[in-house]
């Protein structure tokens, strides 16, 4: 799978503008504030029609404009796909081959796995940040996690609000009972994807550290691991105290995911450099896994990762890149910080404007797409 | 500013005022009961107060009925043992015009959700008990495979337990004669976990 064509109109800061890109790695320089990650945000809201750092979709649109869109041409199994994500009139709008679809039918052409600073937070920050990248990567070899999740948190909503309005333990016997069925699948899912992810966890820390601890994934569940029923039963011994706390204090909603060094926990005491090395091995398995599993290769988007790892760490990610199959999308400040092939295909973003770098050893001309 | 009792902004207003009717749509409809024959506006006021005054509930399974008990309560060639319980009646009609089930119905009118400040009490759940009290086989449940759908299905277990009635559950997955490949993936994954011997 990858990317053959990008383009977007008023998103963002960047000028309208459609690129070619290559199969490979293609490297994206620009000093701060020009419109990199605005660039790999567009490749992000075509692929999961999400914004990434924007909470509301009117931010993805240019200023002064009314509406935005982004498309592209995907090639998968030797076929070319034709995928349009707007925003029109405050909606988010997706096509598929230029029919407007619903989401659950636009994804599948496009798969993404992002690497930006902000992730380096996901070892030490708090839960709910661990809880959606893992339910956002689940959701990446599984469209089905998505109904799931939405189910869970509906039927949540109604025990919370039971918990404040009703005393008929029938009521909340049922609802609880309710919730299970969406909790279990969730609750599967996750610790299935962990497991399976592991082993190349494992593998992907070692390539970019060389010999530190092993590292380990552990989901850490708020209620005892069982059937549904199970399940339901730990819930109704909790209803007191969650009328008391006024919500529900345990489930998939309350769980974390840990990552350790060896025996410690890495939350606790990892530096700087390993947490970095730590979020990076993440992404690096969640692609091996989606290859090895679903036969996908997803696009690899990496944010000006090299100013986040030292010389050393940086050297090895790009020997670990240099094997990936895949496509690679990397911004960065200064093109001679990423140590990419000879047949990366260079652009530069100025001021919004994306242009392609000639790739000529002499002179580097700019070629306006 | 026209005064809140112009006939045209109230019409407008009344329309939009339904399900899946926006003001533009309501604003259409009214300028073509407007425009249109006399008869279209007087049928159509005259549809609306019948349908209040003569419609009510089925004494008996709380169907929307103009003869009471309705025509699936008074047809003596269906099965007294045998209620499929119903969200509604659109949900009554699909399962009828499915020609399979020659049972008794029951119309709660709702489901249970917290959400909506929907509880039991505002749903016909009283009449069902009393219902199944005189003597019923099994009581099959066909509310939605939604949240609220499959926790009213559970209640009504609780509600049934009592009475020791035969409790069954309408199946979900992959709906017959369409291609496995449209199905949504949560359909299809579901009916792959629910998978049957053979």
Redesign the interface.
């Known amino acids: 799978m990858f990317l053959r064509e990008i383009g977007w109109t008023g998103f963002r800061n960047l000028e309208t503008c459609a690129i070619e890109l290559d199969g490979g790695f293609n490297v994206f320089e620009g000093d701060n504030g020009q419109g990199k990650t605005n660039l790999l945000e567009a490749v992000y809201w075509l692929a999961t029609l999400r914004p990434l750092r924007a909470t509301r979709l009117q931010e993805l649109i240019r200023f002064g404009e009314r509406r935005c869109a982004v498309t592209g041409r995907i090639v998968l199994d030797g076929l070319e796909h034709r995928l349009e994500a707007r925003i029109e009139e405050g909606e988010r709008q997706c096509l598929r081959e230029l029919k407007a679809c619903r989401p659950a039918e636009y994804f599948g052409a496009l798969a993404v796995v992002l690497f930006t600073p902000d992730d380096v937070g996901l070892v030490r920050g708090p839960p709910g940040d661990r809880r959606r990248y893992l339910d956002r990567a689940v959701f990446t070899g599984r469209p089905a996690h998505l109904a799931d999740v939405l189910a869970y948190q509906r039927a949540l909503a109604a025990r919370n609000e039971l918990l404040r309005t009703s005393e008929d333990v029938a009521l909340h016997a049922s609802f609880e009972a309710a919730l299970a069925g969406p909790a279990r699948r969730l609750l599967t899912a996750r610790a299935t994807y962990l497991e399976r992810l592991t082993p190349f966890f494992v593998d992907a820390f070692r390539g970019i550290t060389g010999l530190e601890a092993p590292p380990g994934l552990s989901y850490r569940p708020s209620l005892a691991p069982g059937a549904e029923d199970a399940l339901a039963e730990q819930w109704a011994a909790e209803r007191e105290r969650d009328r008391e706390r006024g919500f529900t204090g345990k489930g998939p909603h309350a769980d974390d995911f840990g990552l350790a060094l060896g025996e410690r926990s890495a939350r606790l005491y990892a530096s700087q450099g390993q947490q970095r090395a730590l979020v990076l091995a993440l992404k690096i398995a969640e692609i091996r896994l989606l290859e090895a599993f679903f036969g996908l290769t997803p696009v690899l988007l990496l944010d000006d990762v090299s100013s986040e790892l030292d010389a050393e760490r940086n050297a090895r990610l790009f020997e670990l890149l240099h094997g990936f199959r895949g496509q690679v999308l990397i911004t960065t400040t200064e093109a001679r910080h990423v140590q990419t092939p000879d047949a990366a295909r260079e652009f530069r973003v100025e001021a919004g404007r994306v242009t392609r770098v000639q790739a000529s050893p002499s002179a580097a001309t700019v070629d306006v797409s | 500013m026209a005064s809140a009792t112009d006939p045209i902004r109230r019409l407008v207003l009344a329309f939009s005022r339904l399900p899946g009717i926006g003001e533009k749509t309501a604003t259409r409809l009214t300028f073509f009961v407007l425009n249109g024959p006399p008869e279209v506006a007087r049928e159509l006021s005259a549809a609306l107060a019948d349908v209040r005054e003569r419609v009510r509930f089925c004494s008996v399974c709380c169907n929307l009925t103009e003869a009471d008990p309705c025509r699936f309560c008074a047809d003596p060639r269906r099965d007294d043992r045998l209620v499929c319980v119903v969200e509604s009646v659109p949900s009554l009609l699909a399962i009828e015009r499915t020609g399979e089930f020659r049972g008794r119905y029951h119309v709660l009118h709702g489901v249970?959700?917290?959400?909506d400040g929907v509880?039991?009490e505002q749903l016909r759940l009283k009449e069902l008990v009393a219902r199944v009290a005189l003597g019923v086989d099994e009581v099959i449940v066909a509310t939605n495979p939604?949240?609220?759908g499959?926790?009213?299905a559970?209640?009504i277990q609780?509600?049934m337990r009592p009475l020791g009635v035969r409790m069954t559950r309408i199946a979900s997955g992959v709906s017959v004669g369409s291609d496995l490949e449209y199905a949504?993936?949560?359909t299809?994954?579901?009916a792959l976990?629910a998978r049957r011997e053979m």
């Open positions: 249970i959700s917290p959400l509880g039991p939604s949240v609220e499959e926790a009213t559970l209640y609780r509600l949504d993936q949560a299809l994954g579901r976990s």
